[in-house]
């Protein structure tokens, strides 16, 4: 299937430290797109990959579940290991579950964390349907352009596969098991006011990693997809600094690869 136009994947050679973006469940690049040109305008190494039965049609990712989603990150992040002398992880939502389990999985090859609103469980009486649920009904009602901002739209689909959700569940479940293995530096963004994800999460995170370098910024005036709202200059201006006090060589590299 062709993918989305706006949905491609973003890949930038930049310097020596390197930024691999996560985007979130039914979700595609596009919602991170804005992100990591700015990380790239800096100088960084940045990678944005398309997770697999994303950005094209629902019914692709029907067939995929979270062993294919974070293959493909761990893919990209090991290729940005071999590539770059520090590397960091980041996502949104699902994206910032998979960036944590990464963390977790990478140990010190992964210099630090950052996550917008990041998901942590499937909420609701529907959460315990799912397992039987699945084999009756096949999508739900879409969860994708959760924004507060007029006129700014999240590219995902209008329909959320149960067996993908289902899958999703395990997921959370199994990255929760690993946070405590989570010990580099996090910074951690939130929504108040998110519609998908509840402030339970980031405080379920923030109670479970082994962090001890942690920063939670709490953004006002945005909702779910945070990256594209009214805060998105927020998280990229916080992010890059969060980098560039973990990576002091980031402001001479910045200057010389001019964007």
């Not at 299937?1 to 020596?16: D, I, K, N, Q, S």
């Not at 980031?202 to 962090?211: H, T, Y």
């Amino acid at each position: 299937m062709p993918v989305l136009p706006g949905a491609e994947p973003y890949r930038h050679e930049g310097g020596e430290i390197g930024v691999l973006l996560c985007h979130g469940f039914t979700g595609s690049p596009q919602s991170l797109r804005p992100w990591a040109e700015y990380l790239a305008e800096q100088g960084l190494t940045v990678s944005l990959p398309l997770l697999p039965g994303h950005g094209t049609r629902w019914e692709d990712m029907q067939l995929t579940g979270w062993q294919d989603w974070y293959a493909e990150v761990d893919r990209e992040l090991r290729a940005l290991i071999e590539r770059c002398e520090q590397v960091f992880v980041a996502g949104l939502s699902m994206g910032g579950a998979l960036a944590l389990r990464l963390a977790a999985r990478h140990g010190d090859a992964v210099s630090g964390v950052a996550v917008v609103n990041p998901a942590n469980k499937v909420h609701g009486l529907s959460a315990y349907a799912l397992p039987v649920a699945r084999h009756f009904v096949r999508t739900t009602k879409g969860i994708a352009s959760d924004i507060a901002k007029e006129g700014s739209a999240e590219l995902g689909y209008d329909k959320v596969p149960l067996h993908a959700a289902h899958s999703l569940r395990n997921f959370f479940r199994l990255v929760d098991g690993e946070l405590p293995q989570v010990t580099q530096p996090l910074l951690l963004l939130h929504c108040p006011q998110d519609h998908v994800v509840p402030p339970a999460d980031s405080a379920r995170i923030l109670s479970r990693v082994s962090s001890r370098d942690v920063t939670e910024i709490l953004l006002e005036q945005s909702y779910h997809v945070a990256t594209l709202d009214h805060d998105a200059d927020r998280i990229f201006e916080e992010s890059l600094a969060f980098i560039g006090r973990l990576a002091p060589s980031l402001g001479k590299e910045g200057t010389a690869a001019g964007g």
